[in-house]
């Protein structure tokens, strides 16, 4: 596989936290799925998905059995995990032990990491405009905070996503995302309405304290060889972020 994206922090000696974008290419999929689809639940072998996630593990020195991956459901609730496995019904994932990789999936929607090593936490968030509007990022900053993370200190990374030029939506969809986020109000290259998922992501972040923001401004929908999208394709595979605190590596 190839890596999208990769973060690293280290501010304190033998821990770090590392996270890694995975885009569509390099992995054993094929046909709508082609090539490395993430998600196990949009059609796609079983095996040939387990392969993936373990080549991006890999990447982070971790095996598929340490992977901690949710099953997003659009809303603000959180999972603090402290191994692998599947996390129904939440869209973001947080811990504070090592080696234990957390997965966010997204076509479309902002796969995002966030690290606060100094204190030794890390989260993965899934957000699309329904996530906007219920206050995801603000809610993962919460979680993070509740396990031991302060807010000036946490990075927040947000992978490629369909942009606003892209993403039209229906005024009542406008104006529910643009009541909790102004900063998401868009308008397509038609002219029509839209939403910035990203802008509203970032200004929710910004408004708890984060002020370490790193956007991949990459448009999903335009890229057709690069990344999934599945208000392009419908059936399609899932891109992510893996990401994980690591102690005790030097
Ligand atoms: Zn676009």
């Not at 992510?240 to 005790?248: F, R, T, Y």
């Amino acid at each position: 596989m190839r890596a999208r994206g990769v973060g690293l922090l280290e501010p304190v000696a033998g821990r770090r936290a590392r996270w890694l974008f995975t885009d569509r290419r390099g992995g054993v999929s094929t046909g709508d799925y082609a090539s490395l689809n993430l998600a196990d639940h949009v059609g796609d072998d079983p095996q040939a998905v387990s392969a993936n996630r373990g080549s991006a593990a890999s990447w982070l020195g971790l095996a598929a059995g340490q992977v901690a991956v949710m099953r997003a459901a659009h809303g603000a609730e959180s999972a603090f995990v402290t191994g692998g496995g599947v996390v129904a019904d939440v869209d973001i994932l947080v811990t504070d032990r090592p080696d234990v990789a957390l997965l966010a999936l997204a076509a479309d929607c902002v796969p995002m990491a966030m690290a606060d090593p100094v204190a030794g936490v890390v989260a993965a968030v899934h957000s699309g405009w329904r996530g906007v509007a219920a206050g995801t990022a603000r809610a993962a900053v919460a979680a993070m905070v509740a396990a031991g993370a302060h807010t000036s200190r946490i990075t927040a990374s947000l992978g490629a996503a369909i942009c606003a030029r892209c993403y039209e939506v229906s005024d009542a969809v406008l104006a529910q995302v643009t009541a909790a986020a102004p900063a998401a109000a868009a308008v397509t290259r038609t002219g029509t309405p839209a939403v910035d998922i990203r802008a509203g992501i970032s200004e929710q972040l910004r408004g708890e304290g984060v002020s370490d923001i790193r956007v991949d401004p990459a448009c999903t929908y335009e890229a057709p060889t690069e990344l999934f999208s599945y208000r392009r394709d419908h059936t399609t595979g899932r891109q992510g972020v893996l990401v994980a605190l690591q102690v005790g590596h030097g």
